[in-house]
């Protein structure tokens, strides 16, 4: 297994203004080690860190910063998704003082932003530029924003797209019938794929998503297929709800009725050829 959404958090190196509202895990260690440890005998192979939205300032910081720790491999971090703010002017610039052979891809975290940020013009010129750059671009949005995400992909055709968390966090009750609509209408882009994560802890406003994960995650495997959907453990956020352990045990049982080949497809191979990873 790839896990393509590996978060660590090292509040001696950065300021992580967001984890003033969640101290259970402002308060629990989450550095690689700690990874590891929570890994242990699990079957991953390797991972893609996740930026884990920095103050702006870190940002360029925190991305040298794992960039530095891939290159040994023994650290199996395979790749690098790194913080930007494509509303910039000075996008371009950023995207140069973080180049390096690891960094795969940017991500911008839109679930704590305006609507309108997404759908400026320059947002939207510099996430399609990133294509020259042959840089992803992972898409968070809440599940009521994922209009504002298939905007975004029409604007952005040749830029390879990924949705964090099936674009289901802050579900809420009477949400679904649009999230299955909005998950449909963003399958019919073949620049997007759809990271099978962060079900466990988007359960918000009366929606159990323990309860409506098998529904999720079938609704999010018959749209985008066996060929177009990546996993991701989000350790530690998936720690508020469940283990990683647990989450891979879910995953397992959630991905058997099919074949090898399409669960390798979900757990290595998308992985390996969206994000471009050295396995």
């Known amino acids: 297994m790839i896990d393509t959404h590996q978060h660590l958090i090292y509040p001696e190196h950065f300021d992580y203004p967001w984890l003033d509202q969640v101290p259970a895990l402002k308060d629990t260690p989450s550095r690689l080690q700690d990874y590891r440890e929570a890994t242990a005998g699990e079957p991953i192979s390797g991972t893609v860190f996740m930026e884990v939205d920095v103050a702006s300032a870190h940002a360029p910081d925190e991305a040298r910063f794992f960039c530095e720790l891939s290159e040994d491999p023994a650290n199996r971090i395979l790749g690098v998704v790194a913080a930007a703010r494509p509303e910039d002017e000075a996008f371009e610039s950023q995207l140069d003082q973080v180049a390096h052979p690891a960094l795969k891809g940017i ?60 674009g289901a966090s802050g579900l809420v009750e009477g949400g679904m019938e649009q999230w299955k609509t909005c998950i449909a209408e963003l399958s019919r882009r073949p620049n997007v794929l759809c990271k099978l994560s962060g079900l466990v802890t988007c359960s918000v406003g009366g929606i159990d998503g323990g309860k409506l994960l098998p529904s999720l995650a079938d609704h999010v495997l018959g749209c985008f297929g066996a060929n177009r959907v990546v996993w991701g453990g989000d350790w530690p956020i998936c720690n508020l709800a469940s283990s990683l352990g647990s989450w891979i045990q879910i995953t397992q049982r959630l991905l058997s009725a099919f074949s090898e080949n399409e669960r390798t497809q979900i757990l290595e191979t998308n992985a390996i050829r969206f994000y471009q990873l050295n396995s």
Request: net charge neutral; with cysteine.
């Open 107 to 166: 991500r911008r975290v839109l679930h704590m932003q305006p609507d309108e940020l997404s759908q400026s013009a320059i947002f939207r010129a510099n996430v399609a530029g990133l294509a020259k750059r042959n840089l992803t671009f992972d898409l968070c949005f809440l599940a009521n924003q994922l209009p504002l995400a298939i905007k975004l992909a029409d604007a952005s055709p040749d830029t390879a797209l990924m949705l964090d968390h099936c």
